[in-house]
């Protein structure tokens, strides 16, 4: 298993940029892919980003592409998000996500369902004012 804290979120003007990070600890970090996911009020949880086991090949949502970097440092065992250009709407409460299959099922489809997930942090709270 593998626990996750969120931390880093915030409140933000529209164009500003803020960082979150997600501390992991318990089984090995580099055994997963991760994920960033995001929920606003009223709405589903939705992909944001993800991102591979030890390349690190970064896989995004398309409202973000070009604004947002997922990245991780597996000596560190933290996941990382940094969100530039920050739009009214990317309010929301923001989860990683440790992905529970093996590397051959992480394709397109997989790796953007929340349920593909096993280990979810708390959130981190992120509001972007216009």
């Known amino acids: 298993q593998v626990q996750l804290i969120e931390s880093g979120g915030g409140l933000v003007q529209a164009g500003g940029s803020l960082r979150v990070s997600c501390a992991a600890s318990g089984r090995t970090f580099s055994s997963y892919a991760m994920g960033w996911f995001r929920q606003a009020p009223g709405k589903e949880r939705e992909f944001v980003a993800s991102?591979?086991?030890?390349?690190?090949?970064?896989y995004y949502e398309d409202s973000v592409k070009g604004r947002f970097t997922i990245s991780r440092d597996n000596a560190k065992n933290t996941l990382y998000l940094q969100m530039n250009t920050l739009k009214p709407e990317d309010t929301a409460v923001y989860y990683c996500?440790?992905?529970?299959?093996?590397?051959?099922?992480?394709?397109?489809?997989?790796?953007?369902?929340?349920?593909?997930?096993?280990?979810w942090g708390q959130g981190t709270q992120v509001t972007v004012s216009s």
């Open positions: 996500a440790a992905y529970s299959g093996p590397p051959g099922s992480f394709t397109t489809v997989t790796r953007s369902r929340p349920a593909s997930y096993a280990y």
């Open positions: 991102i591979t086991w030890r390349a690190g090949i970064p």
